[in-house]
């Protein structure tokens, strides 16, 4: 995989719509033939599949690094969720620890 096709990749698995952030990039005059045949290749329910546990992995680890984030969302979960959602799509998934994760979280609160 190339560069691009794995940044083309992440930037569909964090859209609130995976699958239509897939077609849209399937249809994207301005990348590459290769990519977008690549792209056209996925499966789609696979794909959503894919963006949800990365969503749900995310979501474990930060509660599990950050407890001032675990008492946050126990307190307002509606609240709190939707905050890991604006997180989750402007943070590229890079945390492979739980504090890792944190403190992604907290340098992206704190911008």
């Known amino acids: 995989m190339t560069p691009a096709f794995e940044q083309r990749l992440a930037q569909i698995l964090l859209a609130d ?14 990348l590459a033939p290769e990519l977008r045949a690549a792209l056209r290749a996925a499966d789609p329910d696979g794909l959503r599949l894919s963006a949800l546990f990365i969503a749900r992995l995310r979501f474990e680890r930060l ?6 984030a675990a008492a946050r969302f126990e307190a307002d979960p ?3 969720t939707a905050e890991f959602r604006r997180y989750h799509a402007a943070v ?3 945390a492979f620890f739980p504090q890792q994760e944190a403190a992604l979280f907290r340098r992206w609160r704190a911008a």
Request: proline share 15%; charged share 25%.
């Open 92 to 94: 590229p998934p890079t």
């Open 17 to 30: 719509d995976p699958v239509a952030a897939l077609a849209a990039a399937v249809d994207d005059p301005n």
């Open 63 to 68: 509660l599990q690094g950050d407890t001032d």
């Open 78 to 80: 509606e609240s709190f």
